[in-house]
């Protein structure tokens, strides 16, 4: 499967998943200090929610964090909606209730684009 940051054709198996966590951390270490932050955080995001699937949810709420983090720095308001969402559906997972309605609630209330 050809890596894409975007949420579309995500592999099922865990195996799968591996193999595409490998390639997005190994993406994210070659990266550019000076690439465009977009594409920092879209990597972070796909690490973090690969990370998710696999049942790792600290690691998945850490790549997360950062790249909800790097979108806002970035002032891109999509791309950091979509973190947001990633982030509040890892904290769910967690069992951080209260954190994951918190940013919910924050998407929510983002006019829409």
Known sequence: MAWNCFLRNLPQLPQQVAVELRSGLQRLA???????????????????????QLGMLDQAVSYLERAHEVALAAKAQSLAVTMALRLATARQ??????????????VAAQPLL
């Open 30 to 52: 070659a990266l550019a200090p000076d690439a465009p932050p977009d594409e920092r955080a879209s990597i972070l995001g796909r690490i973090g929610e690969y990370y998710r």
């Open 93 to 106: 997972h967690r069992g951080e209730h209260p954190r994951a309605e918190a940013l919910a609630l924050l």
